[in-house]
């Protein structure tokens, strides 16, 4: 079974910064794309960063420069440093993984349970 536990939400003003967690298991995790989207009242989800097997990162154009996406194959994990931050960066975020899974091998998309982000003042 594959599991995705996001951390790292919170209440931030305006300026400040937050780094989200997302530990994967049940997946390989090493051979699995993993992305962060967002998704705020009333709006679609969207993509806000995608860091791939090979090792290729994209971001959301509302992003680049301010969020950073890495990963530690070691410890299964996906992060996410947020810079800068805005109230228009205030969303649920998803984390995300494309991969095969450990016990089937077939490779599916997961998400994990969401994090809620407020940038406020």
């Known amino acids: 079974q594959v599991q995705l536990v996001e951390s790292g939400g919170g209440l931030v003003q305006p300026g400040g910064s937050l780094r989200l967690s997302c530990a994967a298991s049940?997946?390989?995790?090493?051979?699995?794309?993993m992305a962060w989207y967002r998704q705020a009242p009333g709006k679609e989800r969207e993509l806000v960063a995608r860091?791939?097997?090979?090792?290729?990162?994209t971001y959301a154009d509302a992003v680049k420069g301010r969020f950073t996406i890495s990963r530690d194959n070691a410890k299964n994990t996906v992060y996410l440093q947020m810079n800068s931050l805005k109230p228009e960066d205030t969303a649920v975020y998803y984390c995300?993984?494309?991969?095969?899974?450990?016990?089937?091998?077939?490779?599916?998309?997961?998400w994990g349970q969401g994090t809620q982000v407020t940038v406020s003042s």
């Open positions: 049940g997946i390989r995790f090493s051979i699995s794309s």
């Open positions: 995300n993984a494309q991969g095969p899974s450990v016990l089937s091998g077939i490779t599916g998309d997961y």
């Open positions: 860091f791939t097997s090979g090792r290729i990162t």
